[in-house]
């Protein structure tokens, strides 16, 4: 399963580095890849992750989900 996460505020390395560690420490996702340029982060999941974990992990790193694909 694949789900596509816009982010607001995401605007650097660090910021993705920042979002890429939070999401990936959750059981399931398999990869995380960031695109800084549409502000989207692509994750790859091999089960079924509730969208509200995700955002809450996002918001725990500092930045706040504002699309779920």
Do not use: W
């Not at 340029?37 to 995700?54: A, F, G, R, S, Y």
Request: net charge positive.
């Amino acid at each position: 399963m694949i789900r596509r996460l816009t982010i607001e505020g995401i605007s650097c390395n660090h910021c993705a580095g920042r979002v890429e560690k939070a999401l990936k420490k959750l059981g399931g996702v398999d990869s995380v890849k960031v695109d800084l340029k549409n502000k989207t982060v692509t994750v790859e999941l091999n089960k079924d992750i509730e969208v509200i974990t995700l955002k809450e992990a996002v918001l725990d790193a500092g930045y706040e989900i504002s699309k779920v694909e």
